[in-house]
C-alpha cells in the first residue's frame, strides 16, 4: 500500500520553528521527487517546497525563500521541511507528495501520489 504521511504539525508563535517530517512507504522513494503543499484558510492549495529525486536539488516558493529548509533521508524513507521565522501567514494544512518525473510546486501539475496532512498554526 502506497504511504505518504505528513506529521509534526502544531501551535507556535510568530517566529518561532517546526520541523515537519514526510514518511513514505509502498513505492521507490528515492525514485520520486518530494514536494510539500499547503492549503490555507480561504485560499487555493500552493507549493511551498520540493527536492528533487537524485540530485537533491531544492525549490521553493518566494514567500518561505530563507526560512524554510528542505531535505530527504533515502534510508529512512522521510523528507522533511525545517520552518524557521513562522509567520502568521504560514498558517495552513500541509501536505506532502510525490512525483515520479519532476520537482514541481504548481499542486494543480498531477502529483503521483499526496499523503495526509498536518496542521500548522501560527498565532500572532
Do not use: H
Not at 19 to 47: H, M, N, Q, T, V
Not at 54 to 71: A, L, Q, W
Not at 93 to 114: E, H, I, K, S
Request: charged letters at 25%; glycine letters at 12%.
Amino acid at each position: 500500500e502506497v504511504q505518504l504521511q505528513a506529521s509534526g504539525g502544531g501551535l507556535v508563535q510568530a517566529g518561532g520553528s517546526l520541523r515537519l517530517s514526510c514518511a513514505a512507504s509502498g513505492f521507490r522513494f528515492d525514485d520520486y521527487a518530494i514536494g510539500w503543499f499547503r492549503r490555507a484558510p480561504g485560499k487555493e492549495r500552493e507549493g511551498v517546497s520540493c527536492i528533487s529525486r537524485r540530485d537533491g536539488d531544492t525549490y521553493y516558493t518566494d514567500s518561505v525563500k530563507g526560512r524554510f529548509t528542505i531535505s530527504r533521508n533515502n534510508a529512512k524513507k522521510t523528507v522533511y521541511l525545517q520552518m524557521n521565522s513562522l509567520k502568521p501567514e504560514d498558517t495552513a494544512v500541509y501536505y506532502c507528495a510525490a512525483d515520479r518525473l519532476r520537482c514541481t510546486l504548481n499542486p494543480f501539475d498531477g502529483m503521483d501520489y499526496w499523503g495526509k496532512g498536518t496542521l500548522v498554526t501560527v498565532s500572532s
